[in-house]
């Protein structure tokens, strides 16, 4: 009954299933791997934020470049408040407000400047509501974070902001606005100054639990769909293949030939053509 297995035909779906379900067994198993390693970047990532909160402020020039396992780390620089900007459409507890960022001209960076952000305002971006930076010498105390990639804020990262606005805190965003050499970094302080407040430090990208460690799950569920949908086609092939070859041995289906014989319709004899 099943001698039809022996055949090019079943050679080539046998090869096919054989072929498949490892590569899907596989190919779902990485994605779940992946995800694995998102949950387990995310978890690090929390234990990381505790400890860096607990852990005592190093200088600035130690924990740079930022990294995943420098950033949120404390940092500490001293130095003198200059150029002033505001990052619009910022939100914190559910308000829409603005980040006071203002540059901090080092002393221990060759004069390049540390952006820092003083503290979140509600309402729209206005100079009017932002609290002037404190005079002379000051040390800093925040969490350092890395610099943000262009339209990763919610305000567009160049071009459609007024004058003393920016889109994204990075070095990229202020190269051509001030006139000298600026960190490819920035603090959010622990305490935003008065009238303020504070702006918590964020994890690093790609340490948490987004749409990416959801869509491997999610791709994880459909390689082993696959191929279970793989074994469930190649049993009903058999189970329709013997049945066909048990109904053809029981005399039950007609002979491809005696198929054809019906179907074509027999010849006129002479006889017959001649009345």
């Avoid at 329709?240 to 319709?265: I, K, M, Q």
Wanted: net charge neutral; charged share 20%; hydrophobic share 45%.
């Amino acid at each position: 009954m099943y001698r039809f297995l022996l055949t090019p035909r079943w050679w080539g779906i046998n090869l096919f299933v054989v072929l498949a379900i490892p590569f899907c067994v596989f190919m779902g198993s990485w994605q779940l791997g992946r995800f694995e390693d998102r949950v387990q970047g995310h978890k690090d990532a929390s234990a990381q934020s505790t400890a860096n909160e607990k852990a005592a402020p190093r200088p600035l020039d130690s924990l740079l470049p930022v990294d995943q396992k420098t950033s949120g780390k404390r940092a500490t620089a001293t130095g003198h408040y200059g150029k002033q900007f505001l990052v619009p459409d910022r939100e914190l507890d559910g308000r829409t407000g603005f980040y006071v960022v203002t540059l901090l001209r080092t002393e221990g960076g060759a004069g390049r400047a540390l952006p820092v952000v003083r503290g979140w305002v509600p309402g729209a971006a206005s100079a009017a509501k932002t609290p002037a930076a404190p005079r002379g010498e000051v040390t800093v105390t925040g969490a350092l974070q890395a610099s943000e990639s262009p339209g990763s804020g919610a305000a567009p990262a160049a071009g459609g902001l007024p004058a003393g606005q920016l889109g994204a805190i990075s070095a990229a965003s202020l190269v051509n606005l001030v006139p000298y050499d600026v960190y490819d970094a920035w603090v959010t302080l622990d305490r935003a100054d008065s009238g303020m407040t504070a702006v918590p430090a964020t994890a690093p990208q790609g340490s948490g639990l987004d749409l990416k460690a959801f869509q491997n799950l999610g791709y994880t569920g459909e390689w082993f769909v696959f191929a279970g949908f793989v074994v469930f086609m190649w049993f009903r092939l058999l189970r329709r293949e013997a049945e066909f070859a048990r109904d053809a041995a029981l005399g039950l289906t007609e002979s491809d030939d005696a198929s054809d014989a019906a179907d074509s319709p027999e010849p006129a004899s002479p006889e017959a053509a001649r009345r």
